[in-house]
């Protein structure tokens, strides 16, 4: 069994052991979503650029979409071996010495610190700053394996923002857990840390964590955040974290003691999903945003990657990540909120869905007709630049510039984010040499000879629709002993389709055209050559500020009128 908890639903899928055949799987969207404007139950207005979520929801998937799928699968549930899982990353949840979510706790429920902090929450971009900054500084040894920038989505400049901002709930705080470990801890009821998070997420490189001395020197309180708050025994990847207990297996309807792996990132879990375990082989996951992976033999610095660390994907390789932080995200923010009704009725007119009408209205566009750039900032950029204050832009539009001519450049922009970090990474002396994509939007065609064009690539696809999930089972049968390790395990199990699509050149001579001028922006807006998107973020917090009365309270000395602190009791307005 792989279960695959994405940013809005969970998916649980029935895999064969000898040959990886899916045999039934179910979905379960998370009630509450994704919390980024209120708090739910409270109706609590939240600041720009949070994101959380509910723990009970990723449980209701254990409840719900796992006895499904073994029903959709028409077996018997004592066939089932073992269990594997996948998350977001980096999602992270305060909990409890025993596991409680600090958010179940009645007087922390209003509390937006007690609550999940989800993946694309980056309102810790100061905290991150400050860490980058410090760590720059002091010449600190792990900084390069993160390519000298640490990111606002991670653990340290997450657990730094909850302590300045709610000091309370982080004293209450026993464990600052991966959700991607917090399930498995609810499968199992054992907690143990996996080794792909720690590494990539939680800055432990060489088995050591940044020291105690760098902690204090950015908040004296943060001084053992490491020691109390993180640090927990690591499981290796493939191993079982433990077996599965009596409650779990009442939630799921799954046989009690079978084997439980060690969890994982969504990402992480598709490599051997597509058969791409060796060097230069770069596996993209796109979905609401896009986590590029890959193993080498070589250790480099690579700017602006998100990690490598010794046995992040398989053992025996070193495995990078990169990502960019929206990208089907980006395309459904546009239709939500740009795309007028008559393309609406247009599209049902046609028994289409919004996202195929407007990709067929501009399919057959030549490259660069539409006259637009875009930069594909809308939720930041994770790499190369490292930075959740730069913002999504467009130039080129005029009066006669039709809706699916900006969807068709919101595309491409992300296709050059991609090109991007394949460039960066080549140049670093870890070649890309293959490209297989896996993720939802691989079902649009359009997009992905986009991108074969741009990258000047073939694309390979993996060959199911549940990559992330099929990845898990693929632990899962690891951690059940029936495969020695994950490499051999993938080779039975997993499934690819190769070279789906290949470049055109004459798109492709078009697209470095575009390419050059999506460089010369991104430089500009992003490398200091125009600091405008850090000031407008700066302008949209003081607005918040003012609007929610937080700036004048605090001017009259009403400390209980400070929102708490602005999030929390006795944190920093």
């Known amino acids: 069994m792989g279960i695959d908890f994405g940013t809005l639903s969970g998916r649980a899928v029935v895999v064969r052991v000898s040959d990886g055949a899916e045999l039934g799987s179910a979905v379960y969207d998370y009630p509450h979503a994704v919390m980024d404007d209120r708090l739910a139950g409270s109706g609590r207005k939240l600041p720009p650029e949070w994101a959380l979520q509910v723990p009970a929801d990723y449980v209701g998937v254990l409840k719900n979409a796992v006895p499904q799928a073994l029903a959709a699968a028409g077996i018997d549930a004592s066939a089932v071996i073992g269990v594997g899982t996948d998350f977001t990353a980096c999602t992270m949840v305060p909990v409890l010495a025993d596991g409680t979510p600090l958010c179940e706790l009645p007087e922390f429920a209003d509390r937006p610190h007690a609550y999940v902090k989800l993946w694309k929450h980056h309102a810790a971009q100061a905290q ?92 004296p309180g943060f001084a053992r955040f490491a020691v109390e708050k993180l640090e927990h025994r690591i499981g290796q990847l493939g191993e079982a974290a433990g077996t599965l207990s009596a409650q779990a297996a009442e939630w799921t309807g799954l046989p009690a003691g079978i084997a439980v792996a060690v969890g994982n990132v969504d990402a992480h879990v598709c490599a051997p999903a597509a058969k791409a375990t060796q ?11 896009t986590c590029h992976v890959m193993s080498s033999d070589q250790l480099r610095e690579v700017p602006g990657m998100c990690g490598v660390v010794d046995g992040g994907i398989v053992e025996g390789l070193y495995g990078y990540e990169a990502g960019q932080s929206g990208v089907g995200d980006i395309f459904a923010w546009y239709v939500k909120n740009q795309v007028p009704a008559r393309y609406y009725d247009d599209a049902s007119a046609r028994g289409r869905s919004i996202h195929e009408h407007l990709t067929e209205l501009v399919r057959d566009q030549p490259v660069g007709g539409h006259g637009l750039i875009a930069l594909d900032w809308h939720s930041g950029n994770r790499s190369v630049l490292v930075d959740h204050e730069l913002s999504g832009t467009l ?46 939007l691989l079902k649009n065609s359009f997009l992905m000879q986009v991108y074969s064009d741009v990258l000047r690539l073939p694309i390979s696809t993996i060959a199911s629709e549940q990559g992330a999930a099929l990845g898990s089972a693929i632990h899962a049968a690891v951690a059940a002993g029936v495969y020695p390790d994950v490499r051999a395990a993938g080779e039975a199990m997993g499934k690819v389709n190769a070279g789906v699509y290949t470049p055109n050149e004459e798109a492709a001579a078009a697209y470095d055209a575009l390419y050059a001028e999506y460089t010369a922006l991104h430089d500009y807006f992003g490398r200091g050559g125009n600091d405008v998107m850090h000031r407008l973020a700066a302008m949209k917090r003081a607005g918040y500020e003012r609007s929610s009365g937080v700036a ?21 307005a």
């Open 279 to 289: 060097p230069g082989q770069m596996v993209v996951i796109m979905g609401t945003s």
């Open 552 to 572: 004048a309270a605090a001017a009259s000395g009403d400390v209980d009128s400070v929102e708490q602190g602005a999030l929390g009791e006795g944190g920093r």
């Open 395 to 440: 130039v080129g539009a005029t009066l006669t510039t039709r809706p699916e001519e900006i969807y068709r450049a919101l595309f491409e922009a992300t296709a050059f984010g991609t090109r991007t970090i394949i460039e960066t990474f080549t140049a670093s002396g870890v070649p890309v040499t293959e490209f297989t994509v896996a993720g939802g």
């Open 128 to 219: 991150a700053d400050r860490i980058n900054e410090l760590a720059t500084q002091r010449g600190e040894s792990w900084l390069p394996r993160y390519g000298g920038l640490i990111s606002s989505e991670w653990e340290f400049a997450k657990g730094l923002q909850l302590l300045e901002e709610d000091p309370q709930v982080y004293a209450r705080m026993d464990h600052f857990v991966e959700a991607a470990d917090w399930i498995v801890w609810q499968l199992t009821g054992e907690y143990v840390r996996n080794a792909c998070t720690a590494g990539y997420k939680g800055i432990l490189q060489n088995g050591e964590y940044p020291s105690e001395d760098f902690l204090a020197a950015l908040n």
